[in-house]
């Protein structure tokens, strides 16, 4: 049995109001503990280094120039793909080789739509860095990540993100009514690639096309951001295959 150096009553006291730590410090005195001299508080934003991932410098992305990799310093240089035709006011982000697999889709106006990407090139090579297609010439005043309906952003830990999953080591854009032949896509899609940034799928007499691009590294998953105008319309939709430091590095 512990023997406690006052009686009981003496540890007894009302509930204090929050923050009022003092009331504790004769207690703790009794116990032999000494009180700091000195308390250095810093104010740290909650936003820091918290929460999902968040897009930053996503503009940077399709600005020509020189951005540090992991490999070094490598070059951007964006190059304009065909123009993406939308019919059922649903874009689909997709591997194409699994569009049957919920597709990540965004609702944006019908009509026909510029695709840009973003190549880097280091001395190994080069790789599509990011790829966006353009729906309002008009700036982006915020970026929201493009998430399916059951998905919740306060699930996700630091740094998390829901994203597009590549198993072919290809993403496209499309309207989200589109369709592939299976059978064709080597032929039609895989094989060029080898060769290409990107491949067009041109519209047949019932469906619109499809623009599909190398997807970064490879296999994996990336985000896909939904560009914001003041108003709320969506501007743009890119997606991001994190080949280097989305803030420019330097």
């Known amino acids: 049995m512990r023997l406690l150096p006052a009686p009981v009553e003496d540890f007894l006291c009302p509930a204090p109001e929050f923050g009022d730590w003092q009331v504790f410090a004769s207690f703790l005195a009794q116990q032999g503990h000494e009180p700091a001299t000195t308390v250095v508080l810093s104010d740290v934003s909650v936003d820091e280094g918290a929460g999902p991932l968040r897009a930053t410098g ?25 123009l993406l035709r939308i019919t059922s006011g649903q874009l689909a982000v997709s591997d194409p080789g699994w569009i049957g697999e919920a597709p990540r889709t965004v609702a944006v106006p019908p009509g026909e739509f510029p695709v840009t990407l973003s ?122 295959f994190q080949l280097h430091s989305a803030d420019g590095g330097e």
């Not at 854009?173 to 059978?183: G, L, Q, S």
């Open 58 to 82: 996503i503009e940077q992305l399709f600005s020509p120039g020189v951005r540090d990799t992991p490999e070094g310093l490598a070059v951007v240089e964006p190059v304009d793909a065909s």
């Open 119 to 240: 190549p880097l090139r280091t001395t190994r090579g080069a790789g599509v860095a990011a790829a966006r297609v353009t729906f309002l010439d008009i700036p982006t005043r915020e970026w929201q990540m493009a998430l399916r309906p059951d998905e919740d952003l306060g699930l996700l830990g630091e740094g998390q993100f829901y994203g597009v999953g590549v198993d072919t080591g290809t993403a496209a854009f499309m309207d989200a009514t589109r369709t592939v032949i299976e059978d064709q896509l080597d032929e039609d899609l895989f094989i060029p690639l080898d060769s290409h940034f990107t491949v067009e799928l041109p519209s047949t007499e019932t469906e619109p096309n499809l623009i599909a691009f190398r997807a970064g590294q490879g296999d994996g998953a990336y985000p896909v951001w939904i560009g914001r105008t003041d108003d709320g319309q969506v501007g743009c939709v890119v997606v991001d």
